[in-house]
């Protein structure tokens, strides 16, 4: 039972570059999230989304894009990378709309920007 | 829009210690609350939860009630262990048809250490 995996667990970029972040869960879940985590701030959302085909912006979506290719994946996208996005990314994934239930989380990606 | 304010840390404690981890929230409607951990170099997992007033969530000796008229969700543990040291995440979701946010927003975190 995988749960909730992300590639890549690393990452360096440079100052301008592009990448996509790839998030995909098993568990039928409707609702997945991009969050980042730095020191003193806790856990920030950047993008959620509800349901396949629908997007909502968060707390810091700026620099980000998203696509929920499915049910089962969900990636974020950063077009031209910049030292502030330096950072850990983590998705995760829970039951649904109108569902109180916990999300679940993957393993986290740690992307450095120089 | 809904918020989650948790006592900062770090907290450091000696091991069988009592600890309490203060969790306070804004919200509409009536959210369910969580507690996630996270040990170093992973990521969060749930620790325990409630999702209506007076419920008490447990689990591994900890333990948090949701008090509405206090609006708070504090996290207890009665005597605390070397490998309870991690970051502990409070966090509230609120349901749509409770005119409220799916967005599951959190807290900053609090880092425990407990030293033998």
């Known amino acids: ?114 | 829009g809904n918020s989650v304010t948790q006592m900062e840390g770090p907290v450091t404690l000696s091991e069988e210690a009592f600890l309490t981890i203060n969790c306070t929230y804004t919200a509409t409607g009536y959210p369910s609350l969580f507690w996630y951990v996270q040990y170093p170099g992973e990521g969060l997992q749930l620790l325990l939860k409630a999702t209506k007033a007076d419920d008490k969530g447990s689990n591994k000796g900890f333990e948090a009630t949701y008090r509405k008229e206090t609006t708070s969700f504090h996290l207890e543990k009665g005597s605390v262990q070397v490998s309870d040291s991690a970051v502990y995440f409070c966090a509230l979701r609120g349901g749509i048809s409770q005119g409220g946010s799916e967005k599951l927003v959190f807290g900053k975190g609090t880092k425990l250490t407990v030293n033998p």
């Open chain 1, 1 to 114: 039972n995988a749960g909730v995996t992300q590639t890549p667990k690393f990452q360096v970029l440079k100052t301008g570059q592009s990448m996509t972040l790839q998030c995909a869960q098993d568990m039928n879940h409707n609702s997945m999230y991009w969050y980042r985590q730095d020191p003193g701030m806790g856990l920030r959302l950047i993008y959620y989304s509800a349901s396949e085909g629908t997007t909502d912006k968060g707390e810091v979506p700026n620099g980000y894009n998203v696509s929920r290719l499915n049910k089962r994946e969900f990636s974020l996208r950063l077009e031209s990378a910049a030292p502030s996005q330096t950072s850990v990314y983590f998705c995760a994934s829970s039951g649904g709309t109108g569902e109180i239930t916990e999300a679940f989380f993957g393993q986290g990606t740690r992307l450095t920007v120089v």
